[in-house]
């Protein structure tokens, strides 16, 4: 069972910064991809950022040149550094990793808890 553990989230007014992570524990032979996703109230979940393994990274135009996700490998945990938030970046924040089974290989996802983030003045 692989368990997320987000955190970071907070109030911040709009111009600030925030940096959110996530790190994966349990038993599993190597996260493929890890992301963030977010979701507002009344709107679907969406995609803000991913980082493969061999390091790729993918952003949504919304967040491009303003969020930078990280990984590290070592400790299976990603970041994402967020600048210049505005309001319309208030949502919760959901980190997803795809994850490759022990002895199959079999790709699945997991989703952690969520953080809120806040930007409001």
């Known amino acids: 069972q692989v368990q997320l553990l987000e955190s970071g989230g907070d109030l911040v007014q709009p111009g600030g910064s925030l940096r959110l992570s996530c790190g994966a524990s349990g038993r599993f032979f190597a996260i493929n991809t890890m992301g963030w996703y977010r979701q507002a109230p009344g709107n679907q979940r969406e995609l803000v950022a991913t980082?493969?393994?061999?390091?790729?990274?993918n952003y949504a135009d919304s967040v491009k040149g303003r969020f930078t996700i990280s990984r590290d490998a070592f400790k299976n945990a990603v970041y994402l550094q967020m600048n210049n938030l505005k309001f319309e970046d208030t949502a919760v924040y959901y980190c997803?990793?795809?994850?490759?089974?022990?002895?199959?290989?079999?790709?699945?996802?997991?989703w952690g808890q969520g953080t809120q983030v806040t930007v409001s003045s």
């Open positions: 980082a493969t393994r061999d390091g790729s990274t």
């Open positions: 997803k990793a795809t994850c490759l089974t022990i002895v199959t290989r079999t790709e699945y996802d997991v």
